[in-house]
């Protein structure tokens, strides 16, 4: 599966940026579709994961109330809206799939396959 994350850029604090996931040649059906984070130096940290045919989710803790991730059936994409960024939400974020995920490990890094090339957020202060 081929990913495609898109939708960074630089923001202010308070601001709202919207990421897309999208797959070609593929669908998302029957996956896990997760978001994560990484900062320079730092590990790869799981941000937001959505099941595509039950819509579950989970969030980090840090971002419940402020990021909500959908997906779009049609356009089969995935989006993680980020509302009230924060400085420390600046990060590489990438988008990773897989068939395999179950719920109970949809927030470990390792369980994803399949990997986007990251998009650049930056929220500055």
């Known amino acids: 599966v081929q990913l495609q994350a898109s939708g960074g850029g630089v923001v202010q604090a308070g601001g709202s940026l919207r990421l897309s996931c999208e797959t070609s040649?593929?669908?998302?059906?029957?996956?896990?579709v997760g978001w994560f984070r990484q900062v320079p130096g730092g590990e790869r940290e799981f941000v937001a994961a959505?099941?595509?045919?039950?819509?579950?989710?989970s969030y980090e803790d840090s971002v419940k109330g402020r990021f909500t991730i959908s997906r779009d059936n049609a356009k089969n994409t995935v989006y993680l809206q980020m509302n009230s960024l924060k400085p420390e939400d600046t990060a590489v974020y990438y988008c990773?799939?897989?068939?395999?995920?179950?719920?109970?490990?949809?927030?470990?890094?390792?369980?994803?396959?399949?990997w986007g090339q990251g998009t650049q957020v930056t929220v500055s202060s």
């Open positions: 959505i099941r595509w045919n039950s819509r579950h989710t």
């Open positions: 040649g593929h669908t998302f059906s029957g996956h896990i």
């Open positions: 990773a799939a897989d068939r395999n995920v179950i719920s109970s490990t949809m927030r470990d890094v390792r369980a994803y396959d399949n």
